[in-house]
């Protein structure tokens, strides 16, 4: 997933209620061995333009063939694309830099009806870090193997199409199987496709996307739901299911994953995220600390949402409120993780990197903050406008709630 501190989110939690998710068919195993291999240290992190992306790459395809998905790239089943970036996210200049390789990967499963539903994932990760976009410190070199982030994503993508591929009863749509590349340094592989579609975009009913669905929190069993603001069916469908997730919705189509770029094409979307966690970007995402049980029950839960939009035709799309702060205006930041499932008031942090102002001022993980500079924080979007507000160099008194007393710290950024 690219880094959290770009769209800022409105969570509300649902009660759930009626109808209930449908029996297991989704293999635990099958996870498994996907994550296994796309996680492992022969794929070198996955890091986009590398050969270890281009392996895993090799593996979705693989895997569409045995699935007897038709190839839907522009060459096969893969779909290449060129792009220029800067590693230094303060510098937007590219005009010098080096032109780079990036490789989606999409398959279609033809059940010969009107509209398709597609469901996508992201399968690059930081490679060796030498990306810059590592939050572990002095890490360029090191594997980061992105178990979560994300080949859980791409393991529930695979998974998914398996099913549908070998599912006796034909859904009254088709899918597209879709990996994304380079969704790291900014979204690029969705973008690049939603701008040249091997696909008609006018028969796209909705689209899925899964980022980070292989942590879920065994106590909490939290499920962040985003994008339920892009059709007016998301809301009364997911309050109609029952499950025994959490569930926290966003109702914003811009989010910090692949999601985006299909709202921003007019299609309705959703993208199931089960959480932050310490090891995020970080070399120590392995594939050991993957929660399959929960993974599995994510995508049982998705199933069902699925199998609730049989009879509705095509979904409506809505636009929905979205802020303006992107990536780029932000020209600071204070190194910390926003816990995006806190339903309390003020911004929980879910993890400080180490050497970055907040780290400095002795800022700590589980610290709720509410206070910052001129503004109260009530919530991650109060945290991100007052982010907006400073300058570097800028020192800024903080307040934060550690263990129910309030602290104060002096950030400089």
């Not at 770009?6 to 109808?19: G, Q, R, S």
């Not at 099958?30 to 090799?58: C, F, M, P, V, W």
């Not at 009863?169 to 340094?185: C, D, H, T």
Request: aromatic share 8%; hydrophobic share 35%; glycine share 10%.
């Amino acid at each position: 997933m690219k880094q959290l501190f770009t769209t800022p989110l409105a969570l509300i939690a649902l009660n759930l209620a009626a109808p209930a998710v449908v029996a297991q068919s989704i293999s635990e195993k099958n996870l498994r061995e996907h994550i296994g291999y796309l996680a492992s240290d022969e794929l070198q992190g996955r890091g986009t333009s590398t050969d270890g992306e281009k392996k895993a790459a090799d593996y979705l395809a693989k895997q569409f063939r045995k699935y007897g998905l038709k190839p839907m790239g522009t060459d096969g089943y893969y779909y290449p694309f060129t792009f220029k970036t800067n590693p230094n996210p303060h510098d937007t200049a590219t005009a010098n830099l080096p032109l780079r390789n990036g490789l989606d990967v999409v398959g279609f499963l033809d059940n010969g009806a009107e509209n398709t539903v597609i469901i996508g994932a992201h399968f690059d990760h930081l490679g060796l870090g030498k990306d810059r976009n590592s939050l572990q410190a002095n890490s360029e070199g090191m594997i980061h193997n992105g178990a979560d982030d994300n080949a859980s994503g791409t393991a529930g993508m695979l998974e998914l199409a398996r099913h549908f591929s070998q599912n006796k009863e034909k859904e009254p749509f088709n899918f597209l199987f879709m990996g994304f590349s380079a969704e790291e340094l900014g979204l690029l592989g969705s973008k690049k496709w939603c701008e040249a579609p091997t696909y008609p975009l006018e028969k796209v009913n909705y689209m899925l996307n899964m980022d980070m669905i292989g942590r879920l929190n065994p106590d909490s069993r939290t499920l962040l739901v985003y994008g339920v603001g892009t059709s007016p069916v998301w809301v009364p469908l997911l309050d109609g299911l029952t499950s025994s997730f959490k569930v926290v919705k966003d109702s914003s189509g811009i989010g910090p994953s692949d999601q985006t770029s299909f709202y921003l094409k007019n299609i309705p979307v959703l993208h199931f995220f089960t959480g932050q966690h310490g090891d995020y970007h970080k070399p120590s995402d392995d594939a050991d600390r993957i929660n399959y049980a929960g993974e599995r029950d994510v995508l049982e839960y998705m199933l069902a949402v699925i199998n609730q939009t049989k009879d509705k035709g095509k979904l409506a799309f809505l636009t929905t409120r979205n802020t303006s702060m992107t990536r780029s205006a932000f020209r600071i930041t204070m190194g910390v993780m926003p816990d995006y499932a806190f339903d309390g008031t003020g911004m929980r942090i879910d993890g400080v990197t180490n050497g970055k102002p907040g780290q400095i001022a002795g800022l700590q993980k589980g610290d709720v903050l509410i206070h910052m500079g001129d503004d109260d924080v009530k919530n991650v979007e109060g945290y991100m406008k007052a982010l907006a507000k400073v300058k570097k160099g800028d020192t800024v008194k903080v307040k934060v709630l550690r263990e129910g007393r309030e602290k104060e710290v002096e950030v400089t950024f």
